[in-house]
């Protein structure tokens, strides 16, 4: 880990990343994300080094304002009663509420809920809206699961989380195993318990009850935007393109719609186990009903369009990085693109990279890939829509009014726009070249190091 940050010239910055290192040496994802952000940040620390160092900023920005974790008993279908680990990470609220997504997956844990909550308060800053970032979630694995039995550990989950939440305090909504049904049985037990109606206090509603328009396909229409405008700021058309998508999710669902529609072709798309092909382009529709509907597994495919093959995984580069295109979209989670995965991408000469998961390169994964004029859209910046769009939901809560689909789609799309020039200008002031993830986490610190430096030692 240490060689990463070796070139860093400022002692200040190789202090802190050093001291970041041995009291997390435990929480290796959160880790991986510190040092992701901290590293691109030295021309600014240049800058005002003495001032950051005076009061302490990098030290408070990477410390969480509170972590809560709490247990989550439930009873399944057999009447036994079981127990999750459930967790809200309030990382950082100095432009807003805290907001950011809960995740339900088996691999969920401390340092997990840490690196995305870090990441959640760069990505927040990006959107031009005022909201501050946090994560939470459970070990609770959601598959195979009744909807009585999610049902009840959602209002158990949400029990003990009401304490800690409201809609100008912080604000859940999504991610990983928690989409629209989870949303709602979070919703039921919040109002319940609070016999108020306090709509906004999470996002990613259904429409009957306070949601709004385009949320759902934000995340994936948002990279899919911010990708359009990073190909067109480097003179490439994205009609005609070929694209692979890992993830059959909300993301992955949702990109894969957009990339569509702007004239692209989607070879491939994948789950945890394998990934389908299909030469002439993905059906969208079939995949929709597989996992909206049956919530079943993307190999299921070949029921629909038997020409369609399906790869297995079988080794640590996953079986969807196989197939050669020209765009390529990480939509599932995070390290699913290491090193050599990456290596694999650019000798099949792929021309873009767009994370709309959230850290799904590796750090060495993503300098090679820059490095190598891969053009990459880094997450915190390009799967911003989904949580802009969450904002916007907020706005219309507090306005009890609700927008249309077009118009909403319409601000998410100026957002996205937006984003990206913040990060091409930071490129352009630091002399960054493409490194748009440099110019993601520069553009994002300037924002919530102004806004913690005028709040004081807090
Ligand atoms: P979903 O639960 O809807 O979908 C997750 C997808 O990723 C599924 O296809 C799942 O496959 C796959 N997946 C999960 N774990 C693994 C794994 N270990 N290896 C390979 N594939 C895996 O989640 P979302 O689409 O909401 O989220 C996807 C990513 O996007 C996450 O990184 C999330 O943090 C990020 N994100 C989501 C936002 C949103 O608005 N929802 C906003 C911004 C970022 P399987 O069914 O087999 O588990």
């Not at 945890?272 to 597989?290: A, P, Q, R, T």
């Not at 000798?347 to 390169?361: Q, Y």
């Not at 969450?390 to 957002?415: V, Y």
């Not at 990060?423 to 490194?435: D, K, W």
């Amino acid at each position: 880990m240490s060689t990463y940050v070796e070139s860093i010239k400022s002692e200040y910055l190789k202090n802190v990343i050093d001291n970041a290192i041995e009291k997390n040496i435990n929480e290796k994802e959160f880790i991986q994300a510190l040092q992701e952000v901290l590293t691109t940040l030295e021309p600014v620390i240049l800058q005002n080094e003495d001032t950051y160092k005076k009061y302490a900023l990098l030290e408070r920005l990477i410390e969480p304002e509170r972590i809560i974790s709490f247990r989550v008993p439930w009873l399944d279908d057999n009447g036994k009663v079981q127990v999750n680990k459930g967790y809200r990470v309030q990382f950082n609220g100095s432009i807003g509420p805290y907001k950011g997504g809960l995740r339900f997956n088996p691999t969920v844990n401390q340092s997990i809920m840490k690196f995305l909550a870090f990441e959640q308060i760069f990505k927040n800053a990006l959107t031009g809206l005022p909201i501050g970032g946090g994560k939470g979630g459970s070990d609770f694995d959601p598959k195979d699961k009744s909807d009585m039995e999610i049902m009840r550990f959602c209002q158990s989950f949400m029990t003990e989380l009401q304490r800690h939440i409201g809609q100008d305090v912080d604000v859940p909504a999504g991610d990983i195993g928690v989409g629209a049904r989870e949303i709602g049985y979070l919703f039921g037990q919040f109002r319940k318990i609070r016999n108020a109606y306090e709509a906004g206090v999470l996002t990613g509603k259904g429409l009957s009850y306070g949601g709004s328009l385009a949320r759902k396909e934000a995340t994936g229409y948002g990279l899919m935007y911010f990708m359009k405008e990073m190909l067109k700021a480097n003179n490439i058309d994205t009609n005609g393109k070929t694209a692979i998508i890992s993830g059959s999710g909300n993301v992955a669902i949702y990109t894969c719609e957009k990339a569509k529609q702007m004239g692209i072709k989607v070879l491939a798309m994948s789950d945890s186990n394998g990934c389908i092909y299909n030469e002439n382009g993905i059906d969208l529709d079939y995949i929709k009903e597989i996992k909206e509907v049956r919530r079943s597994r993307i190999k299921d495919y070949l029921n629909y369009n038997p020409i369609a093959k399906y790869f297995e995984n079988s080794s640590e580069i996953p079986a969807i990085y196989n197939i050669k295109a020209d765009i390529v979209l990480p939509c599932a989670t995070q390290n699913d693109i290491n090193l050599e995965t990456a290596k694999l991408l650019v000798s099949n000469g792929t021309i873009a990279v767009g994370e709309g998961a959230n850290m799904p390169c590796t750090n060495e994964a993503i300098n090679y890939l820059i490095e190598n004029k891969v053009l990459v859209a880094p997450g915190k910046a390009a799967n911003a829509g989904g949580v802009a769009t969450s904002a916007l939901e907020m706005s219309q809560n507090s306005m009890r009014t609700s927008w249309s689909f077009e118009e909403t789609d319409k601000k998410l799309e100026n957002i996205m726009i937006n984003i990206f020039n913040q990060c091409q200008n930071a490129c352009r002031e630091y002399n960054l070249g493409t490194n748009y993830l440099a110019g993601a986490n520069i553009a994002a610190f300037k924002k919530v190091s102004e806004a913690m430096l005028a709040q004081g030692i807090i």
